[in-house]
């Protein structure tokens, strides 16, 4: 394999897009594991209300970010996308400062979180389209690199948090969140460029829809909504697992996410090398194996050490699901990247509102300790999808290009025949 040096590897601007991607991950992962905590806790939710309370807000996700993907591919920069998800993030992390009510808190942080749940999925989609301008760059690799600073942002996060949630409480934790995302919000508008959309240049984006006739990229998004469900579940229900089945602490919470994460960065680096050697699938199917052993683990788990013990399969399965996977999905849909990285970001979106009414519903009625037997099955379904599915070729990479382009351009002249154009 030829040695491709650092330095050609690396985006213009990727010091920026450093930066603004570790604190959009420090801002998700400060509030993340302990929103179930302050469900619970302040705003008094049963199970089942909290697991109802993630499903619409990733609803909300899911539809926002296919709008505002396919926006930033036809009329609209990613740079004004990404700076009103940062906008909104900002203000729904906010409001969980001053609304504690059930049902406005649901409307609220639905519409503000949904659409700034595009903050990441752009920034991504924005490295991408940097890395098709520049010469001799290995997109995969300057990929994963970046999500390893996503995943370092996973390290200090919850430790952090779990600090701001012992001195200042939830106030303290949702305060210092919503500052975090207005920095990302200076960081886009001064240092982000603004670039025409595809559509404008005269490109034909793919639609996100149509790539889902090829058998491919449905067996690699259903694989991807199983992974994310059970991910989904236990990110939620881990910590009341730790702290009411294996009477653990708060701080072990933090401790336990902050090694899953700390342990996916050097997994992260060595993927993009992999990546190539042995192709992105076969990585797929060894990372939803390990999820598997995980889950496993996890359910005949006893005391709070033993989860620490199981994060190396915990941070090797998401570590390739994340890099990889996002990888996977942008090589289907190379010349629309706010669209190819929408879709991957809503199989995450849809996982995570499986996750939350199916996770819900077994720690209501069955318990925390259930959930991670059904995470167990989901993580053998996407292991099993992406068995059936082929690797996917450059040959059938740019036939599929070809015939998705074809259509949409057909598409759209019989809409202007249908309408006198």
């Known amino acids: 394999m030829r040695f491709v040096p650092l330095s050609s590897r690396l985006l213009p601007g990727y010091g920026t897009l450093v930066l603004a991607i570790t604190l959009v991950g420090i801002g998700v992962s400060i509030t993340r594991p302990y929103l179930s905590l302050f469900g619970t806790d302040v705003v008094h939710m049963s199970a089942a209300e909290l697991g109802l309370f993630m499903c619409v807000n990733g609803i909300g996700g899911i539809l926002a970010s296919t709008w505002l993907g396919r926006l930033s591919d036809l009329r609209v920069a990613k740079k004004y996308i990404m700076l009103v998800a940062a906008a909104c993030s900002a203000l729904g992390y906010g409001s969980f400062l001053v609304i504690h009510s059930y049902l406005p808190l649901l409307i609220v942080s639905t519409v503000l979180l949904g659409l700034g749940a595009s903050a990441f999925p752009q920034l991504f989609a924005y490295a991408r389209e940097t890395a098709s301008r520049v010469p001799d760059v290995d997109a995969t690799f300057a990929t994963s690199s970046l999500r390893s600073f996503f995943s370092l942002a996973w390290v200090i996060g919850p430790l952090l948090g779990s600090y701001l949630l012992q001195a200042y409480h939830f106030s303290g934790l949702f305060a210092a969140t919503a500052f975090l995302f207005v920095a990302v919000l200076a960081i886009v508008f001064w240092r982000i460029e603004r670039r025409p959309p595809a559509g404008i240049l005269g490109s ?24 994310y469900t059970a991910s989904s579940m236990n990110g939620l229900y881990m910590p009341l697992f730790v702290t009411k089945a294996l009477h653990g602490s708060d701080r072990m919470v933090g401790s336990v996410v902050a090694l899953s994460a700390g342990l996916e960065i050097p997994i992260i680096l060595g993927l993009g090398a992999l990546s190539a050697r042995l192709g992105k699938r076969p990585l797929l199917l060894f990372g939803s194996l390990c999820g598997a052993l995980y889950y496993v683990g996890a359910w005949f788990a006893q005391r709070p050490w033993e989860m620490l013990a199981l994060q190396l399969f915990c941070a090797t399965f998401i570590a390739i699901s994340v890099s990889i996977g996002m990888s996977y999905m942008q090589d289907f849909l190379p010349d629309a990247p706010g669209s190819a990285t929408a879709l991957y970001s809503n199989t995450n979106n849809l996982g995570q509102m499986l996750g939350s009414l199916l996770g819900g519903a077994i720690a209501q009625w069955a318990g925390y300790r259930e959930v991670y037997l059904v995470c167990a099955v989901l993580a053998a379904t996407s292991w099993l999808f992406l068995l059936r599915g082929k690797r996917f070729k450059a040959q059938e990479q740019k036939a599929l290009r070809a015939a998705l382009t074809s259509q949409d351009i057909e598409t759209t002249q019989t809409r202007r025949a249908a309408n006198g154009d």
């Open 204 to 227: 034909q984006p793919v639609k996100s829809f149509a790539v889902l006739q090829n058998r491919h990229v449905v067996t690699a998004c259903v694989s991807y909504v199983a992974v």
